[in-house]
């Protein structure tokens, strides 16, 4: 079974730029978090999709933003974007995203914002 | 490769010997807890988890512990090779019952084995 695929790895973007980032989970899982790793914070939780719908929200201001599709596949959109958000963003994907399930990591998508 | 965290608490170990990489958790009400393993340039990798209902887990080569009376978790590798280097999070999760999206994670501890 393909493991959690995130698209594209890399990105570089000026300030006040808006970005999309893609993660497509594994196949039959139905929730799919966002995450951001910088070396300052470690890993953060952004939120949580699940059947389309926003489930949980971490503590990011509005320009982040994400939405789920039909078929699980999940974006996020950072808008007018700044310095301080050059970070790894993960995305993470989980059968129901309850109880004890598992989540498993995608490989990231490194930001840069110059 | 990337650099997952700076300044983050190493542990370093010679190969074979077996390594134990501590971890305190935050809130009392958790009830889930999960060991990641990040190695550079890759995304966590899950190596084991434990409910709040038990203290003590094992999977391969790897034991974890969970000490709620202190908020503590321990991940314990035998015998620890040179693939076991990487930075180890420990991530709990505070609503067992509802949504698991939102894990809340530790600092991180780099593993460093010595051939």
């Known amino acids: 079974k393909a493991g959690v695929t995130q698209t594209p790895r890399y990105l570089i973007k000026t300030r006040g730029q808006q970005v999309t980032l893609s993660c497509s989970p594994i196949?039959?899982?139905?929730?799919v978090s966002w995450y951001q790793q910088t070396p300052g914070q470690g890993l953060q939780f952004l939120f949580e999709y699940f059947s389309e719908t926003q489930r949980n929200k971490g503590n990011f201001p509005g320009r982040f933003s994400g939405r789920q599709f039909s078929n699980s596949r999940s974006e996020m959109n950072v808008s007018t974007l700044e310095l301080g958000d050059s970070a790894l963003y993960l995305c993470?994907?989980?059968?129901?995203?309850?109880?004890?399930?598992?989540?498993?990591f995608g490989p990231g998508t490194r930001l840069t914002v110059l | 490769g990337e650099s997952v965290g700076l300044h983050l608490p190493t542990l370093s170990v010679q190969e074979g010997d077996n390594s134990i990489i501590n971890c305190a958790y935050s809130?009392?009400?958790?009830?889930?807890f999960i060991w990641y393993k990040q190695e550079s340039g890759k995304g966590p990798q899950f190596i084991i988890d434990?409910?709040?209902?038990?203290d003590k887990r094992q999977g391969q080569r790897v034991t974890v512990l969970l000490n709620k009376t202190v908020k503590h978790l321990s991940l314990q590798i035998a015998a620890t090779q040179p693939g076991d280097s990487a930075v180890y999070f420990c991530?709990?999760?505070?609503?067992?019952?509802?949504?698991?999206?939102?894990?809340?994670f530790g600092k991180g501890t780099k593993l460093s084995v010595k051939p």
């Open positions: 196949s039959g899982h139905r929730s």
């Open positions: 809130n009392s009400a958790s009830d889930y």
């Open positions: 993470a994907s989980s059968f129901l995203g309850q109880g004890a399930d598992t989540q498993y």
């Open positions: 991530a709990e999760n505070l609503n067992y019952g509802g949504s698991q999206g939102n894990l809340i």
């Open positions: 434990i409910r709040s209902n038990m």
